[in-house]
Every structure is written in structure tokens, then in C-alpha cells.
T-cell receptor, first 112, second 114 residues
Framework: TQLLEQSPQFLSIQEGENLTVYCNSSSVFSSLQWYRQEPGEGPVLLVTVVTGGEVKKLKRLTFQFGDARKDSSLHITAAQPGDTGLYLCAGKMRDSNYQLIWGAGTKLIIKP | NAGVMQNPRHLVRRRGQEARLRCSPMKGHSHVYWYRQLPEEGLKFMVYLQKENIIDESGMPKERFSAEFPKEGPSILRIQQVVRGDSAAYFC????????????FGQGTRLTVV
């Protein structure tokens, strides 16, 4: 059973378009992280959100944590080919200091 | 400042052989986590170690898999008598303390069992 569902699983769009990917769960997390993974590499942390309703911006990327801390979204404005990669969300359960529950990822391709 | 180093990057083993995967954490990091990733899937937690201690191995199969993080040297994930289903990417992450802050991932070892 996948505790964290990411959607869509795959997204291919043209350079310059906007997009939103989602990370949903029925569980409450104490925090949630977004990672980007390129082929043949390990995941690289983009952001950690902690407070329900929190919004964080990283250049053209906007991350939001749901009010109930069960879901999150990542919005990319004016996508560029360099944004191509696998975007993973990972949530930390409240009863653990180190266990992360991972989504299966959204594979994003930005075509020039 | 070197990041998390994993070696080898690629490992091919025949069924029944042993696979040894190494992970050198970032300097100053004493917490190591091993994850497994199958194609089109997220990462699955395997084991969490501190120097000379296994803190949580609940994600690791009880047979054939073992892990260690000695006082000196890298952390080792050992898989004995490998089977085709062990083929996957194995990632190591390290952090200076429990995962309340960022964990840094290595580039992974891609194990192929033939």
C-alpha cells in the first residue's frame, strides 16, 4: 500500500508552460520534503515544509503543504529543459525521528 | 568537501554470489541510512545505522541481508546469495544527526543479478 500517492506519474510538456504535481496521503505528516532525482544520480533535497498551509518558493518552483499536513503540491512556472527529472515527495511520520515515507515520483520531461 | 560516496556505481553478480555495497558518509556525519529503489518506484527504507550501532533494520529482509557501520571505514550493505529480485538501485544517505535536517544522498549502486 502506497502511503504517499504522487500524480501524475508522468508529465511531458513544452518549455515555457506551467505545471503542478501533487503528493497526497490519508496520513498526517510532521513534515514533508520534495526531492529531484536525475537519471543515475541520488535524490537531491529541494525543500522541507513543516507548517500546515506553508508556502515556500525556490525561484520558479512553489511548494505548498496542505492545511491538514496530508498533502502537498509543487508548481513550476515557465518550465525549462533543466527542470527535467524525477520529482519525489517524502513525508516524515509524527512517531518517528528518521523514517521517511516516499512517493513513487512524478517523471517530468520538459521539451525545448 | 566530498559528498556521500558510494561504490561501486554498478555491480553485476551471478545468482548465488555475494554483493558488497560501500558507503562513505559526508565528513562529520555519523548517521547512515540505506534505501532501495526499484524502477518506477520510490525509495524503500532498509536500515538506519550510527557508528557501530544498528538503530533500525526493520526495512531489511531478515535473511541474506546485513549492514554494518564500523568505527573506522565505510558503511557496508552485504547481500548474500543474491537472487534476480535483488536487482535494484541501492542508495545511501548520511546526516549529522537524526533526520530532522537534510540528509545527503550518494549516487547509488546499481546492482544487476544475472
Amino acid at each position: 500500500t502506497q502511503l504517499l500517492e504522487q500524480s501524475p506519474q508522468f508529465l511531458s510538456i513544452q518549455e515555457g508552460e506551467n505545471l503542478t504535481v501533487y503528493c497526497n496521503s490519508s496520513s498526517v505528516f510532521s513534515s514533508l520534503q520534495w526531492y529531484r532525482q536525475e537519471p543515475g544520480e541520488g535524490p537531491v533535497l529541494l525543500v522541507t515544509v513543516v507548517t500546515g498551509g506553508e508556502v515556500k518558493k525556490l525561484k520558479r518552483l512553489t511548494f505548498q503543504f496542505g492545511d491538514a499536513r496530508k498533502d502537498s503540491s509543487l508548481h513550476i512556472t515557465a518550465a525549462q529543459p533543466g527542470d527535467t527529472g524525477l520529482y519525489l515527495c517524502a513525508g516524515k511520520m509524527r512517531d518517528s525521528n528518521y523514517q521517511l515515507i516516499w512517493g513513487a515520483g512524478t517523471k517530468l520531461i520538459i521539451k525545448p | 568537501n566530498a559528498g556521500v560516496m558510494q561504490n561501486p556505481r554498478h555491480l553485476v553478480r551471478r545468482r548465488g554470489q555475494e554483493a558488497r555495497l560501500r558507503c562513505s558518509p559526508m565528513k562529520g556525519h555519523s548517521h547512515v541510512y540505506w534505501y532501495r529503489q526499484l524502477p518506477e518506484e520510490g525509495l524503500k527504507f532498509m536500515v538506519y545505522l550510527q557508528k557501530e550501532n544498528i538503530i533500525d533494520e526493520s526495512g531489511m529482509p531478515k535473511e541474506r541481508f546485513s549492514a554494518e557501520f564500523p568505527k573506522e571505514g565505510p558503511s557496508i550493505l552485504r547481500i548474500q546469495q543474491v537472487v534476480r529480485g535483488d536487482s535494484a538501485a541501492y542508495f545511501c544517505a548520511s546526516s549529522p544527526q537524526e533526520l530532522s535536517t537534510e540528509a545527503f544522498f550518494g549516487q547509488g549502486t546499481r546492482l544487476t543479478v544475472v
